[in-house]
Nanobody, 124 residues
Framework: QVQLVESGGGLVQAGGSLRLSCAAS????????MGWFRQAPGKEREFVAV????????YYADSVKGRFTISRDNAKNTVYLQMNSLKPEDTAVYYC?????????????????WGQGTQVTVSS
């Protein structure tokens, strides 16, 4: 059974950095794509970034491009989201998601497994 566990969220001042981790277990993920999504209070869930696990292809939402970096560690079965130059509008619950094919996708409905989420709060 696939499990995704996020960690690394917290409170940070604007301009600061955080690194989120998503520990994946239950199978190998070489043929998966792994994504990060976020949901702010009163707003719909939105795509943040995705990586194709074995190929390493990445794609980002325009709102985070140049500030966030998605990566994976094969040995640790972990996906990371390095977030720099954080803004108050980045405040949200961040979710890790896994998709059972390599192709990158930006809509949540295309993902098969989800983590429980980790809160990121950016103060101004």
């Amino acid at each position: 059974q696939v499990q995704l566990v996020e960690s690394g969220g917290g409170l940070v001042q604007a301009g600061g950095s955080l690194r989120l981790s998503c520990a994946a277990s239950g199978r190998t993920f070489n043929d998966y794509a792994m994504g990060w999504f976020r949901q702010a209070p009163g707003k719909e869930r939105e795509f943040v970034a995705v990586i194709s696990w074995s190929v390493g292809i990445t794609y980002y939402a325009d709102s985070v491009k140049g500030r966030f970096t998605i990566s994976r560690d094969n040995a640790k079965n972990t996906v990371y989201l390095q977030m720099n130059s954080l803004k108050p509008e980045d405040t949200a619950v961040y979710y890790c998601a896994a998709k059972r094919t390599l192709s990158v996708a930006i809509t949540g409905i295309q993902y098969d497994y989800w983590g429980q989420g980790t809160q990121v709060t950016v103060s101004s």
